[in-house]
């Protein structure tokens, strides 16, 4: 069995300001040893689950977080991008029987989270299909393109209860909540063993039922911050201006979705 894990940090159990999440700095270290102990967590149980091969790729920032030397002999890490559009899954295709998404957060609009944002700032929200878009909804659907399920997702409250409906046998892990500025962030300790016992638990399930089929039709808006900014991608085929600061684009294609917002977002 081969598993696939997407690794961020604003969802993780100690973060709570964006200072903490640049981990290139020094204040930044106790998240990095955070962050990595919730994906050896949920390595620990895909093997325990019956995983033979895992694959992580380092999602956040600059993809350059998780230290190689703490990774198990028999997992593959993915650091930084290459450019292309699968982006925070770079590397996930139809070989792999299922994925998982550690450490994420919710969405640009949502307020579950004071790191709550949507693949860079500059969006105050992107929705598809009128549903506010997360980074784990934009790239757990990149690995459905791949027919690749989603089993597991560890990130804040509200993004756990509000993508649980995505994916018939997604098992989610809390790691947080907050409201405003404030979180309430759980113990450590506990969720790197609630991560442990879910990731094992979704890798021993009937994986072919947990795929999804997705959406036959994609429509994007995005509400970007700066008008400035709409006005600029505005000029990107396929993309229309509909207010000051609101644009959208529409494809049948997904690929072409995730392309699209590669380059505009």
């Known amino acids: 069995m081969k598993v696939f894990i997407s690794a961020d940090i ?18 930044a270290a106790p998240h990095v040893k955070q962050m990595t102990r919730e994906v050896l967590a949920a390595c620990e149980g895909a093997f325990a689950g ?7 790729k380092d999602a956040h920032g600059s993809g350059l977080n998780l230290d190689p030397a703490q990774m198990p002999k028999n997992v593959v890490l993915l650091r930084n991008t290459s450019g292309h559009p699968y ?5 996930v295709d139809k070989t792999f029987d299922c994925a998982m998404f550690v450490g994420y957060h919710s969405a640009a609009g949502k307020m579950g989270n004071p790191l709550s944002h949507t693949l860079t700032g500059r969006p105050a929200w992107i929705k598809i299909n ?7 909804m934009i790239y757990s659907w990149a ?12 990130g804040d409250k509200m993004l756990c209860e509000d993508e649980n409906e ?5 098992l989610t892990v809390p790691t947080k909540d907050g409201s405003g500025s404030l979180t309430r962030n759980y113990s450590p300790d ?3 063993e609630n991560i442990r016992n879910a990731a094992e638990k979704a890798v021993r399930q009937d994986l072919q039922a947990a795929k999804i089929k997705l959406p036959e039709h994609f429509k994007v808006e995005i509400f970007f911050k700066e008008h400035t900014y709409a ?3 505005s000029y990107f085929p396929g993309v229309k201006r509909e207010t000051a600061n609101i644009v959208t684009f529409e494809s049948p294609c997904y690929y072409e979705v995730l392309r699209t917002l590669k380059w505009i977002v």
């Open 10 to 27: 604003e969802g993780i159990a100690s973060t709570t300001e964006w200072k903490e999440t640049f981990t290139q700095e020094p204040m």
């Open 50 to 56: 019956g995983a033979t091969e895992v694959y992580v």
């Open 87 to 91: 982006l925070m899954v770079e590397g």
């Open 130 to 136: 009128g549903r506010f878009a997360s980074e784990f």
């Open 143 to 154: 690995c459905a393109l791949e027919g690749v399920p989603t089993v597991l997702l560890s």
């Open 166 to 170: 995505l994916h018939p046998s997604l």
């Open 190 to 192: 506990l969720v790197v």
């Open 231 to 233: 006005e600029k991608v």
